[in-house]
């Protein structure tokens, strides 16, 4: 799937144009530069056509001597991983320094580079926006984040770099390999494939490209895809956070199970939740890999029972998940966190019968009914399994509207209780019979 890429200075209205563009009010609003604190990413859609939206703001800490410098790792990450960089500026504030400075940057790249001149909303910032054409781009906008004018236009331009990429089906399973920088993921990938397919060094971020790996021994066939290669020693970011979350993106858009890498002796960190909470977003599988588990000191008193459930508690609420602790160099539980993805992508492709369905949880049903809305008792008649690449429920009934977050969550903990989807996102959506 195609990157799409908002950079610019703070608060130029990144985080609203972004929220205009996912649909959704995903992004903390506020006046206050560099307020944006999420790894902003989420998925758009305009003329048929998908796209992912990165919103760099998320990834710059509130400092003033790091701001600039963040701001152009940002901008270089970008140009090396998005398809389509969208430049914000603020004609409210006029041209600044750091505005040229973006510029300067981006002229140099041979990406596409769409400039959406902000906050112009009325006649006189018409006028006044002019200005920015001195940039020398020739996709200029201009446009209002927040009423929405002019975005329309600049959909149109953004989609015209963006290809449609047909989901391949694959008949084997495609299992992405993701984690922070120096979890372990190629070291993994090599001990799998019994050759050093990766270059493995002790710099953080030194992998480069995915690479898909074939893997047939021992009645086993899958893909791995590894975010893998090498990276120029000058690129080498201080800004890792927003590099390996970009990284990781493309890989989990092709896999069917992501294996996420955490580094037992940090712990989960909060890259490691923004990785984990894109594979739930997009219905991966997922499984939990507590990589070189031999160096966590003081065992006694910091058992894996202990552990585990330190790391569920992190990823809760969605807490059905395979944990499994292993030491790629001392080649420990390898292949167990291999049976782990492989029964996950099976739970991920669980179809149960119709009647099946029914005849669990109506009786789930029965015992615990949906609490009734304004005095109206809502009736659920049955229930079905769409006919989609992952587990997703639908429920007729005759007021879906009024169905309760907290009786959702109970069908949920119903069907995991009875059905095995260990591993992988649920959906569940309430429809009229």
């Known amino acids: ?24 009010k995903q992004s903390i609003v506020d006046d206050m530069s560099g307020v944006t604190r999420d790894r902003q990413y ?8 998908e796209f992912a939206v990165v919103d760099t703001g998320g990834f710059v800490r509130n400092s003033d001597d790091v701001f600039e410098a963040a701001i152009r ?46 906050k112009v909303d009325n006649h006189q910032r018409q006028l006044e926006a002019n200005e920015f054409w001195s940039l020398g781009f020739e996709e200029t906008f201009f446009l209002s984040s927040v009423t929405g004018s002019g975005t329309g236009d600049l959909l149109d331009a953004v989609v015209e770099h963006v290809q449609n990429h047909e989901e391949e089906e694959s008949s084997i399973p495609q299992f992405a390999i993701v984690g922070q920088p120096n979890a372990g993921k190629s070291s993994f990938v090599n001990a799998l494939l019994g050759e050093e ?64 890498l955490i580094d037992a002796t940090d712990g989960v960190e909060s890259q490691d939740l923004a990785i984990f909470r894109i594979a739930q977003k997009r219905n991966k599988g997922i499984v939990i890999a507590i990589n070189k588990w031999d160096l966590v000191q003081d065992k006694e008193t910091n058992t894996a029972r202990d552990y585990e459930e330190k790391v569920r508690k992190r990823f809760a609420p969605f807490s059905d998940l395979p944990v499994v602790f292993m030491s790629v160099t001392e080649k420990q539980r390898i292949m167990k966190t291999v049976d782990e993805a492989l029964r996950v992508y099976e739970n991920r492709t669980r179809r149960i019968p119709t009647s099946r369905l029914n005849e669990v949880l109506q009786k789930s049903m029965e015992r615990y009914r949906p609490p009734s809305y304004r005095g109206r008792e809502i009736k659920i008649k ?38 095995d989807f260990t591993g992988v996102p649920i959906s569940i959506f309430f429809r009229q019979k």
Request: proline letters at 3%; one cysteine or more; hydrophobic letters at 40%.
């Open 1 to 24: 799937m195609d990157i799409v890429a908002i950079v610019g200075r703070p608060n130029v209205g990144k985080s609203t144009l972004f929220n205009r563009l996912i649909g959704e």
């Open 197 to 260: 397919r990766n270059i493995v060094t002790d710099i953080a971020g030194t992998t480069r490209d995915s690479i898909n790996s074939y893997y047939n021994k021992f009645g086993k066939e899958f893909n791995l895809i590894d975010t893998a290669g090498i990276r120029k020693k000058n690129k080498v970011y201080e800004n890792l956070e927003f590099y390996s979350v970009m990284r990781a993106i493309r890989a989990i858009e092709k896999a069917d199970v992501c294996v996420l």
């Open 42 to 49: 989420g998925q758009s859609n305009w003329n048929g056509k």
């Open 73 to 118: 790792d940002q901008v270089e990450i970008a140009i090396d991983e998005a398809t389509v960089i969208l430049f914000m500026v603020d004609v409210s504030t006029g041209l600044t320094d750091l505005d040229e400075q973006v510029a300067r940057m981006l002229r140099k790249t041979k990406k596409p580079v769409v400039l959406a001149v902000n």
């Open 382 to 419: 049955y229930v079905t399994q769409l006919p989609i690449a992952y587990p997703a429920f639908a429920f007729y009934c005759n007021h879906p509207q009024h169905v309760k977050e907290s009786y959702k969550n109970y069908l949920e903990n119903q069907i995991r209780e009875h059905f």
